[in-house]
């Protein structure tokens, strides 16, 4: 698969019994991809993998292949407590016709570099799709650095991408340094992606792009084409929202967003609530202030609706 352009990470729609809304799910992954996406990422932390059974996620990785139809490629998040339990993941990610992975460390153990290689090897060996690394040491507490990507990519002809989180732009360029195009480079946080193309990223795992598709992508394709002026205009008025995307609640807020704007409702699972009193109430008023300045030659034209 082209690991390229704007690629959000979707979130898990959960109707009103917190079972999968997979209509809703299936409508949103083709909005996305009407309004300029290059593919969809199922079950990462946006996604609220953790939450999900594996039947659940196999349900929702082949509702998504199944409303895309080759359009786009469908990525599966790949996160788990034990190497086995990700490599049937990837497994079942193949199966259901997802056409790449994202490789995630395990949850909750922190294990030096010969487990964490060890556990993203199994996931890369189980399967010839085209794979992610995913690297967010601020999250999950396994930071890969610089030179053990270079050795993940030297022993892993599939490993064709990762999705750098750390926070700190300086590793893009660290990267390139070492390998140079030998891997695609993508901003996985939403309040860097300028900064990730200044020194190379070429992609962008996106979270607000799940309410916000068009001025996301006009945002991508403004700082890749040079468009200084352009693109730090439409930043200036998205950061505000964008950095709902690097705080502990991103999920509720994301989610807020897009019930605010019409599009999918602020359910989450437990042990995550939604957001009430002040916190919500300044999140709404942050909402509402961006929309009202929102940019008309930006703005998201293709309707949510049933197809």
């Given at each position: 698969m082209k690991w390229k352009g704007v690629m959000p990470a979707i979130t898990t729609c959960?109707?009103?019994?917190?079972?999968?809304?997979?209509?809703?799910?299936?409508?949103?992954?083709?909005?996305?991809?009407?309004?300029?996406?290059?593919?969809?990422?199922?079950?990462?932390?946006?996604?609220?993998?953790?939450?999900?059974?594996?039947?659940?996620?196999?349900?929702?990785?082949?509702?998504?292949?199944?409303?895309?139809?080759?359009?786009?490629?469908?990525?599966?998040?790949?996160?788990?407590?034990?190497?086995?339990?990700?490599?049937a993941q990837a497994k079942a990610a193949e199966s259901a016709g997802c056409e790449g992975l994202m490789v995630l460390p395990p949850y909750v153990y922190k294990g030096d570099w010969r487990e964490m290689k060890s556990h993203v090897a199994a996931v890369l060996k189980a399967t010839p799709l085209s794979s992610m690394l995913y690297n967010n040491p601020v999250s999950y507490g396994t930071d890969f650095l610089p030179e053990q990507i270079q050795e993940l990519a030297g022993e892993h002809q599939n490993l064709h991408s990762v999705k750098e989180s750390s926070t700190d732009v300086r590793r893009v360029s660290a990267i390139r340094a070492l390998i140079g195009d030998r891997l695609v480079l993508f901003i996985g946080v939403d309040d860097a992606i300028?900064?990730?193309?200044?020194?190379?990223?070429?992609?962008?795992?996106?979270?607000?792009?799940?309410?916000?598709?068009?001025?996301?992508?006009?945002l991508f394709n403004s700082g890749m084409e040079?468009?200084?002026?352009?693109?730090?205009?439409?930043?200036?008025?998205?950061?505000?929202?964008?950095?709902?995307?690097?705080?502990?609640?991103?999920?509720?807020?994301?989610?807020?967003?897009?019930q605010e704007l019409g599009i999918g409702n602020a359910r989450v699972r437990a042990p995550k609530l939604e957001l009430?009193?002040?916190?919500?109430?300044?999140?709404?008023?942050?909402?509402?202030?961006?929309?009202?300045?929102?940019?008309?030659?930006?703005?998201?034209?293709?309707?949510?609706?049933?197809?």
């Open positions: 959960f109707d009103q019994n917190e079972k999968v809304d997979h209509a809703f799910m299936a409508n949103h992954c083709r909005w996305l991809v009407e309004n300029g996406c290059t593919g969809v990422v199922a079950l990462g932390s946006l996604g609220e993998g953790a939450t999900l059974s594996f039947d659940e996620k196999v349900a929702i990785l082949r509702n998504c292949v199944g409303a895309l139809k080759g359009r786009a490629p469908v990525v599966a998040a790949i996160s788990a407590l034990s190497t086995a339990e990700a490599v300028l900064e990730g193309i200044g020194v190379g990223a070429t992609g962008w795992i996106a979270g607000l792009a799940n309410a916000l598709p068009r001025e996301s992508v006009d040079g468009k200084s002026a352009q693109a730090f205009e439409l930043y200036r008025w998205f950061l505000p929202l964008l950095r709902l995307d690097t705080v502990p609640k991103f999920i509720q807020l994301i989610k807020l967003v897009q009430v009193g002040e916190e919500l109430e300044s999140t709404r008023k942050l909402i509402r202030q961006a929309m009202q300045n929102r940019p008309k030659n930006a703005s998201s034209a293709l309707a949510h609706a049933a197809r």
